[in-house]
């Protein structure tokens, strides 16, 4: 027979550092899901509509940004040219209503602001809440870094304020 072995823990385990770990490992509740989606889905069909303003330009920039950073940790596959793609539309619907006043969205744009609502969607159904926070994070350092940098070489920064 074995001796058993001496060594006793003095503390007993940290129940918040349990918590936090469990709630890390769990995908964002269905309410939350829904809540991230509809601010996204409903931005997206006010600037379909032409009623949609700056705030709802900030809405789907943040799940731009945001699917851009899913794809970094791993969780969407290929999306280096839809990002891109998004991107360049975004810039060109921007630059419109800048240059004549005009909030009228062609339908390819409208259609590609479907389809990051509808991938944003799918993201939220996958993601953890870690992975949530990280990407949310990765998001406001790339912000403050292209805010700091500006507008340089074949990188625009437009700022929705």
């Known amino acids: 027979m074995k001796k058993r072995s001496s ?4 503390h007993s385990a940290n129940p918040l550092a349990y918590i936090t770990a469990i709630q890390g490992a769990h995908k964002l509740c269905a309410h939350d899901q829904l809540t991230r989606a509809a601010r996204v889905r409903c931005a997206v069909e006010r600037l379909s509509d032409s009623t949609g303003d700056m705030a709802d330009w900030r809405d789907v920039a943040d799940a731009l ?3 851009e950073a899913f794809a970094h940790i791993g969780l969407v596959r290929d999306a280096r040219e839809f990002v891109a793609e998004q991107q360049e539309s975004m810039a060109t619907a921007l630059d419109r209503h800048k240059a004549t006043g005009s909030n009228v969205l062609r339908p390819v744009e409208c259609q ?3 389809d990051l609502a509808a991938t944003w969607a799918e993201c939220l159904a996958e993601v953890t809440c870690r992975q949530y926070f990280e990407a949310e994070q990765r998001v406001v350092r790339k912000v403050q870094q292209a805010l700091a940098k500006g ?3 074949d990188v625009r920064v ?3 304020a």
């Open 7 to 10: 060594y006793r823990p003095k």
């Open 65 to 67: 940004n945001m699917v």
């Open 151 to 153: 507008s340089h070489g």
């Open 112 to 114: 590609l602001l479907r």
């Open 158 to 160: 437009v700022e929705l």
